[in-house]
Nanobody, 125 residues
């Protein structure tokens, strides 16, 4: 059974930093493209960043480029999201997800078949 467990969320002031982590189990972790998504109250879930199976390719939403960095450690079955220069508009529930295809069909969340439970990020001004 595939399981994804996020951690690292919290409350920070604007311009602060957080590092999210997502540990995967129950599948061959290194074979899936992984992504981070977020959803704020009253808004649709949106793609934040994604990374290919071996980390050679990354993709970012325009709103986070230059501030967020996605990475993965396949030896530890762990996905990371380093978030710097946080803004109040980054406030949301953050989810990690896995795309079980042989591609990376980010940023459409419907293409990611496995999801974690989410971790809350709150940025105050």
């Amino acid at each position: 059974q595939v399981q994804l467990v996020e951690s690292g969320g919290g409350s920070v002031q604007a311009e602060g930093s957080l590092r999210l982590a997502c540990v995967g189990s129950g599948y061959s972790y290194s074979t899936y493209c992984m992504g981070w998504f977020r959803q704020a109250p009253g808004k649709e879930r949106e793609g934040v960043a994604a990374i290919s199976t071996r980390g050679g390719n990354t993709w970012y939403a325009d709103s986070v480029k230059g501030r967020f960095t996605i990475s993965r450690d396949n030896a530890k079955n762990t996905l990371y999201l380093q978030m710097n220069s946080l803004k109040p508009e980054d406030t949301a529930m953050y989810y990690c997800a896995a795309d079980p295809s042989y591609g990376c069909r980010w940023p459409n969340p419907a293409n990611f078949g496995y999801w974690g439970q989410g971790t809350q990020v709150t940025v105050s001004s």
